[in-house]
């Protein structure tokens, strides 16, 4: 299996997986670190963006089945 | 039928005729921009001091490695030296100090070649998949076009070297998948992690190279992505602990601690809007051929190059950064929109079927003749609409002043240089323009009254210090950086100021810490500036 190319769904999947997690760790610096000023940063912004992105991307592959990526 | 048919072919004859003529204007105007870049180079080759702030540390960390000797040092102990990059391109220069002494002329050199090297990839990565000898041919002038890379080309800097072995990197990984051959197919691996590895101990940006070209190989092949992420690392990093211990954890603080800068999202914005300014011409195509391969063919190394490359370029915000952090994402562009080009040529678009081609592609199938008739004319005139773009030159002498007269164009930048950015982004290189006889007889006057005092001399660049056979004293960026992040103390040097230990004390852009200056500004007085390349150059005695 490993000596395989993945399909373009089983990379849907990773990038979406690798969006939502990426979100919720960005989201969960100020969650674990409330002492912190000034709320969600534009450096933060910028990295929920480029992780919403990512999911939504994962999302319009999955569909694409057993297509090699 | 015979009518229509003869018309068919007479209306394809003149659209390849139209085709050649465009592509042969495209073609004339990239390799005048070649030419301004030949001139640019030999120009700065011939420079003897700093040109572009910081180059001259670059020379001294090549001199410390060609006497052995790490850049990576303690900046609280004199000389208060030390170095943020990583060694390799001043390992490379090396050399050239046992033969020619401290000199600059090689390091641009060095710089200018790698630049022609990354063309010739990009022209031969584009040639090898869309076997288009014209559009390979434009895609390489095209990245020597961009105003981005003219302008750091040929300096005495490290940056293209790395955008040369990443490039290096992604073309022998492109197709060493389908290498049946195991011995060669080893070969291809090896030498991709190899250059993977060069461009980061070359300048630590080449993380997201690494990261793009491990993805592509994990997607193709999971069980050799893992393999080659486990030799990267393993060799990557026992470089980075041994430099780290050869330098007693010098290399950790300075390379990575001290590079940690305030990020400002207005100099990103700034510079992203630049950057599709002078590079949309290519980008959009660049774009689509990444939207193309994601949802109608298979991935290839250079979308997700550009993808990670792109991203990374975000980091042109941070403190110190500027337009030069997406020359990777240029090059990429290049390689993309070339084989965007070449296929629209060739007439080599396939669609693989799925939910998406039903509903964008097939109900356009019809106007497919229309659309690649419609190429031959659109994909040359993109290459012209770039080349108007990026127009850079200079407006001075028996060449390109008649010529920019022609074009209505006067100088908007130093010493008599035309530059379509217009110089509106912060982080954007205010350089491009070539330097004169006055500027090196402002140089040596300075050099002049480094050697008048038998004191150190403090000097914000080290041209003078080098060339006037003194000590160079401190690297007053790195100083900022490690200040800026809680990591400088700055008492052994601010003691010397504060006792006027220094002869003499030359100012630029006052890149050292507030403290630093606060002391100058207490124990030294304004003598007399003076004038080079186009910038005022403070001289301060002690008071």
């Not at chain 2, 007439?347 to 019809?366: C, E, K, M, S, V």
């Not at chain 2, 127009?391 to 100088?411: D, K, N, R, W, Y």
């Not at chain 2, 056979?469 to 601010?494: C, H, M, R, W």
Request: include cysteine.
């Amino acid at each position: 299996m490993l000596k395989k190319s993945l399909t373009k769904r089983q990379l849907g999947l990773l990038l979406f997986i690798g969006g939502v997690i990426g979100f919720i760790g960005i989201i969960g610096i100020d969650v674990l670190d409330v002492g912190r000023e000034g709320g969600i940063g534009p450096a933060q912004r910028i990295a929920l963006g480029l992780m919403v992105a990512l999911a939504l991307i994962g999302l319009t592959l999955i569909p694409m089945k057993d297509t090699p990526a | 039928m015979i009518q229509a048919a003869a018309k068919t072919e007479n209306t394809q004859s003149a659209l390849i005729s139209v085709n050649r003529i465009l592509m042969a204007a495209a073609l004339v105007i990239l390799f005048f921009y070649f030419v301004v870049y030949v001139v640019y180079a030999a120009n700065l080759i011939q420079f003897p001091f700093d040109y572009d702030q910081g180059e001259g540390f670059e020379l001294v960390d090549t001199i410390l490695f060609s006497q052995g000797k790490w850049p990576y040092l303690d900046t609280n102990v004199y000389p208060f030296y030390s170095s943020n990059y990583p060694p390799l391109f001043h390992v490379i220069a090396a050399p050239f100090v046992w033969f020619f002494g401290p000199a600059y002329w090689y390091g641009r050199l060095l710089g200018f070649l790698g630049t022609l090297v990354t063309a010739w990839a990009i022209g031969y990565a584009v040639y090898r998949d869309g076997q288009h000898k014209l559009v390979a041919i434009l895609s390489g002038l095209a990245f020597l076009a961009s105003n981005t890379v003219y302008h750091i080309g040929p300096l005495f800097r490290q940056h293209m070297s790395m955008v040369m072995f990443e490039m290096l990197a992604v073309l022998m990984l492109a197709h060493a998948n389908e290498i049946v051959d195991k011995q060669k197919r080893r070969r291809a691996f090896i030498a991709g992690i190899v250059f993977i590895i060069a461009a980061g101990y070359t300048k630590q940006l080449a993380y997201a190279t690494a990261i793009a070209a491990l993805a592509f190989l994990f997607i193709r092949n999971p069980r050799r992505g893992i393999i080659s992420a486990l030799i990267l690392a393993l060799v990557g990093g026992a470089i980075f602990v041994g430099i780290n211990v050869a330098t007693n954890g010098q290399w950790w603080l300075q390379t990575v601690a001290a590079n940690v800068n305030d990020f400002y999202p207005d100099q990103t914005m700034g510079l992203f809007r630049l950057w599709f300014g002078l590079h949309g011409f290519l980008l959009i195509p660049a774009v689509l051929y990444v939207i193309y391969e994601f949802y109608f063919d298979r991935l290839s190394i250079y979308s997700l190059w550009f993808v990670a490359a792109t991203a990374n370029s975000i980091l042109s915000g941070k403190w110190g950064a500027g337009d030069s952090y997406f020359a990777t994402a240029i090059a990429a562009m290049c390689v993309l929109s070339g084989l965007f080009a070449a296929r629209t040529l060739t007439g080599q678009w396939h669609f693989a079927p799925n939910y998406l081609t039903r509903f964008l592609i097939n109900p356009f199938r019809r106007f497919a003749p229309l659309l690649m008739s419609a190429g031959f004319v659109i994909i040359p005139l993109l290459y012209i609409g770039y080349g108007r773009a990026v127009l850079h030159m200079p407006t001075t002498g028996a060449v390109f002043e008649p010529l920019s007269q022609i074009l209505g164009i006067e100088a908007n930048a130093r010493n008599g240089f035309y530059d379509s950015a217009g110089r509106i982004a912060g982080g954007y290189a205010d350089i491009g323009h070539l330097t004169t006889q006055a500027d090196i007889d402002g140089g040596n006057a300075i050099v002049d009254l480094v050697k008048s005092t038998d004191k150190p001399v403090l000097s914000e660049e080290a041209a003078f210090n080098l060339l006037a056979g003194k000590e160079v004293i401190t690297n007053p960026t790195q100083l900022l950086n490690l200040a800026n992040n809680e990591s400088y103390d700055g008492s052994a040097l601010i003691a010397m100021i504060e006792n006027q230990e220094f002869g003499l004390i030359v100012l630029r852009a006052q890149f050292y810490p507030p403290a630093i200056l606060r002391a100058i500004g207490d124990a030294y007085s304004h003598e007399e500036e003076v004038a080079m390349n186009g910038f005022n150059y403070i001289i301060l005695r002690p008071k």
